[in-house]
């Protein structure tokens, strides 16, 4: 029989990629599946960053690239934080690596060591307890449901805090539930983690420019924590580059060494030609980034409108990304026909297979009771789609 290694045989797969390609399948059979399930912009990339891509197959950009990737690309990186979140780093800071996937990732393996304890707020992103699995580290989770709006208070952190403690893991705005965390929601994060100096901060600000507040703070601006704190970002979110693989950490210069080593050793740089389209991005013009995020912000006031109508389902307002995670355990122990709908898991796909629409169960993102959907898609898909959820919420007896 085939060995598969104990690491890879404890990973569970994406929940949110399974299910889009579930829907993807029944897509394919004929199904007129609304796929509320991935999270990714319906945009497409904007023409000059394409223009760059393509400028840049002329021009043979098409070697191995710098492990940490183009110092141009790194520039580009820095003068745009420079610019947006007025904090400046190094080039040497900046490691551009296949994703903001990948760049959380290696910050993990190259942070984390067996038995270290990583702390994650959840709801949370269906990756991050599987990286530090690999990295065999343990998760300590820290559940804040919709009643807090889905954000830990400082106590919930102090307490979870152990002498094991290495990490801190925050997304915001947050998938799976777009919440955003204030300047002074996280001034006082950081004012108890910077009471122990051992603890690294992992900031995962991939959807920093799909936010409803009007303000954002980086992680990245605290100076107590700034020779500690790792902040994660990308275009694939902002200039709609999902399929172009191009994320980077900004990271205190040790952690960025060894982020570079690791990946010299297991991806190289990354691809040249997106990583010319992604400098294209952060160096030109910027006017596409705002027309999408407001493009979403009008789709996030059309489904907690429509949301909010079906009876049972708890909406909050996001105030980021582009998720909906309403608690729907309203709706466990109802039946359709003798199918007892138990939790989320069978709520998801009792609504894939009746109502045809694709989301995802709160457990992927380990807060059950709730499901995720995801609204990057059109204003219409979105009215059909709540539509539908509501008609077969109320087929449940
Ligand atoms: N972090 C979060 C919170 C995300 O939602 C995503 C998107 N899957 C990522 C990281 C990874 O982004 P990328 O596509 O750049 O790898
Ligand atoms: N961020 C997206 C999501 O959560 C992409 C899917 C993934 O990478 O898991 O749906």
Redo the contacts with the bound molecule.
């Keep these: 029989m085939t060995q598969i290694s104990t690491r890879v045989l404890n990973l569970a797969p994406?929940?949110?990629?399974a299910m889009?390609q579930k829907s993807q399948e029944l897509k394919a059979m004929g199904v007129d599946v609304i796929n509320l399930?991935?999270?990714?912009p319906d945009f497409d990339t904007p023409l000059h960053i394409k223009e760059a891509a393509k400028a840049a197959i002329d021009q043979n950009f098409t070697r191995y690239t710098p492990v940490p990737g183009y110092l141009s690309l790194r520039k580009a990186i820095v003068d745009n934080i420079a610019a947006t979140e007025g904090v400046v780093y190094d080039p040497a800071q900046i490691i551009v690596g296949n994703?903001a996937?990948q760049a959380l990732c290696n910050v993990i393996l190259a942070t984390i060591n067996p038995g270290d304890e990583v702390i994650i707020p959840t709801p949370a992103?269906?990756?991050y307890v599987e990286m530090v699995k690999l990295a065999e580290g343990q998760s300590v989770l820290v559940p804040a449901g919709i009643e807090q709006d889905f954000k830990i208070t400082p106590d919930q952190l102090r307490s979870a805090i152990t002498p094991r403690t290495r990490m801190v893991l925050i997304c915001s705005p947050s998938?799976?539930t777009g919440s955003v965390y204030t300047a002074d929601e996280l001034r006082a994060l950081v004012d108890v983690i910077a009471q122990y100096p051992d603890i690294i901060v992992l900031a995962d600000e991939?959807y920093r420019h799909i936010n409803y507040t009007g303000s954002f703070t980086s992680l990245g601006t605290f100076p107590e924590i700034a020779d500690r704190c790792v902040v994660i970002n990308g275009v694939?979110?902002a200039y709609a580059m999902?399929g172009w693989r191009i994320g980077f950490c900004a990271a205190p210069t040790p952690i960025a060494k060894a982020v570079s080593k690791l990946q010299s050793q297991y991806t190289s740089g990354a691809s040249s030609i997106a990583q010319k389209a992604a400098e294209a991005a952060y160096t030109g013009p910027q006017e596409c980034v705002e027309e999408m995020r407001a493009a979403f912000q009008r789709r996030r006031d059309l489904v907690v409108e429509l949301a909010s109508q079906i009876p049972g389902l708890k909406v909050n307002k996001p105030q980021g990304a582009f998720?909906l995670f309403p608690e729907v355990s309203a709706y466990f122990g109802k039946k359709f026909g003798d199918r007892v709908i138990n939790d989320a898991n069978d709520l998801a796909l009792y609504l894939l297979e009746q109502a045809h629409v694709a989301t995802?169960a709160g457990d992927a993102f380990c807060l059950p009771g709730y499901i995720?959907l995801?609204y990057a898609t059109s204003d219409d898909n979105i009215r059909e789609a709540i539509r539908r959820i509501a008609d077969a919420l109320a087929r449940l007896a």
């Design positions: 994406s929940a949110t990629l889009s399930s991935v999270g990714e994703g996937k992103w269906v990756s998938n799976p991939i694939s979110k999902t998720y995802v995720r995801s």
